[in-house]
């Protein structure tokens, strides 16, 4: 996400470094380069246009910090307006008193919209809910199957009537399942269609009527760029929409479409999707999704992946352990097993304040990973209890085991000695020793 955007800033935000203050021709200069790279990156020009106008009354208007340098006083104040632009605050999904609390996802035909219907089911399992799924997609050949097999995958019930052909009917019917099997959440799947026409409309307020959602969301293709922008206005002018889920942006690095959507509708986006897979479905955080297009990495959604994917009574657990005995290479086998839940790890490093710039262009393998797990896994639970008796011969059987090489072996342990140089000062409340270990 927002690839493209970000590299131009930063180079637009490098030019200012080793200048003494912020000046009015300076500042022109750099927010011309912002206004080309938001227009390159698909962002609407009005919303750029007043964005630009803004960013400028700030900039020049603002006294320059003496602590701070003129390009991180501008990027604070591009930041800030970006933050703004987006929302400021994250829009919740609706949580009712009402039991079910209901949830009508509505898009166009390819938009994602039923995988995304059962990635929110799977998010409101992980949190305790239980959610009941309506199949109200009475044109689409296999709709209702894709629901009942995306729904058997996140242990939710899917309610589907092949003979029903009247979407509001199967919609009312569904709600009145939901209400006697104590459904938390019901989540109403609709119909799409290769563009919006009336006949769409009119059905889908006939299931608004029928049902009288909490929250009606629109599901969004965020590939489509400023088309994106324009089916949210219609649909929001015909539903009143609660919320937007932007899609497939892992494949869109420009992001014109999330920095439009909000400033020209109104509608905030509460989700933005970034694979096939059920737990790729990320929250949207304004003030982290504006940090991460500056290049500063979002700690709130490195922190919201921790909290949904990682163990924490596992993680409890092996911090209680830490603190009475060493660091052994179980442990550290532990807590690869917890990282990789979080996700690819080219991925988490750009989610990290500074480390996707202190990286540059070196590239992540993913797979050391998988190599690390496979040597310490080719070892004996007496090597993993106690590393020095690793010699030459069990290094070697290690690394035939493994399918890696003698070198990658000592290289793990050797990374594998500075943690537990770390891990033992920790305890005794010592200083941090200075670590060399590549990420």
């Known amino acids: 996400m927002f690839e493209a955007l970000s590299s131009r800033l930063e180079q637009v935000f490098a030019r200012l470094r080793g200048r003494g203050r912020l000046d009015p021709e300076n500042i022109r200069e750099t927010l011309r380069e912002i206004r080309r790279a938001l227009l390159e990156a698909d962002v609407n020009y009005q919303v750029v246009r007043d964005f630009i106008?803004?960013?400028?009354?700030?900039?020049?208007?603002?006294?320059v910090l003496r602590s701070l340098s003129p390009g991180q006083q501008l990027v604070k104040i591009v930041h800030d307006a970006l933050t703004e632009?987006?929302?400021?605050?994250?829009?919740?999904?609706?949580?009712?008193?009402?039991i079910p609390t209901r949830i009508v996802f509505v898009g166009l035909q390819g938009s994602g919209k039923t995988t995304t219907v059962a990635k929110v089911a799977h998010r409101l399992r992980r949190r305790g809910k239980v959610s009941l799924l309506a199949a109200c997609d009475v044109h689409r050949p296999a709709a209702q199957d894709q629901l009942r097999t995306l729904g058997a995958s996140v242990g939710s019930q899917v309610c589907a009537w092949p003979e029903e052909k009247d979407a509001a009917a199967l919609a009312a019917r569904g709600w009145d399942e939901a209400r006697r099997a104590g459904a938390d959440y019901y989540l109403v799947d609709t119909a799409g269609r290769l563009q919006v026409d009336?006949?769409?409309?009119?059905?889908?307020?006939?299931?608004?009527?029928?049902?009288?959602?909490?929250?009606?969301?629109?599901?969004?293709?965020g590939l489509t760029g400023q088309e994106a922008v324009a089916v949210s206005r219609t649909f929001h002018e015909r539903l009143?929409?609660?919320?937007?889920?932007?899609?497939?942006?892992?494949?869109?690095?420009?992001?014109?479409?999330a920095l439009s959507i909000r400033a020209t509708t109104g509608v905030p986006i509460l989700f933005v999707g970034t694979g096939e897979d059920l737990e790729a479905l990320e929250p949207f955080h304004p003030a982290g999704i504006a940090s991460r297009i500056l290049g500063m990495g979002d700690v709130l959604a490195l922190v919201e992946r921790a909290r949904e994917r990682v163990d924490l009574d596992e993680a409890a657990r092996l911090q209680r352990r830490l603190e009475k005995e060493e660091f052994t290479l179980?442990?550290?086998?532990?807590?690869?097993?917890?990282?990789?839940?979080?996700?690819?790890?080219?991925?988490?490093?750009?989610?990290?304040?500074?480390?996707?710039?202190?990286?540059?262009?070196?590239?992540?393998?993913?797979r050391e990973i998988n190599r690390v797990e496979a040597i310490i896994l080719s070892m004996t639970p007496g090597e993993r209890q106690r590393s020095s008796i690793l010699n030459g011969s069990r290094?070697?059987?290690?690394?035939?085991?493994?399918?890696?090489?003698?070198?990658?072996?000592?290289?793990?342990?050797?990374?594998?000695?500075?943690?537990?140089?770390?891990?033992?000062?920790?305890?005794?409340?010592?200083?941090?020793?200075r670590m060399t270990m590549k990420p």
Do not use: C, W
């Open 240 to 257: 009143t929409l609660g919320g937007v889920i932007l899609t497939k942006m892992e494949g869109d690095g420009r992001g014109g479409a």
């Open 198 to 221: 009336e006949l769409m409309m009119q059905e889908l307020e006939r299931i608004r009527d029928a049902v009288r959602p909490h929250q009606i969301l629109l599901v969004v293709d």
């Open 395 to 433: 290094r070697r059987r290690i690394a035939r085991g493994s399918g890696t090489t003698v070198p990658e072996v000592n290289r793990l342990l050797r990374d594998y000695e500075q943690m537990r140089t770390l891990f033992g000062r920790l305890r005794r409340g010592g200083k941090l020793p």
């Open 53 to 63: 106008g803004l960013v400028e009354t700030r900039a020049v208007g603002a006294e």
């Open 85 to 98: 632009l987006l929302g400021r605050d994250a829009a919740p999904l609706a949580e009712s008193a009402e």
């Open 330 to 366: 179980e442990h550290f086998l532990r807590q690869l097993k917890e990282v990789r839940k979080m996700g690819p790890l080219e991925d988490l490093v750009k989610l990290v304040p500074g480390m996707g710039k202190a990286m540059g262009s070196t590239p992540i393998d993913g």
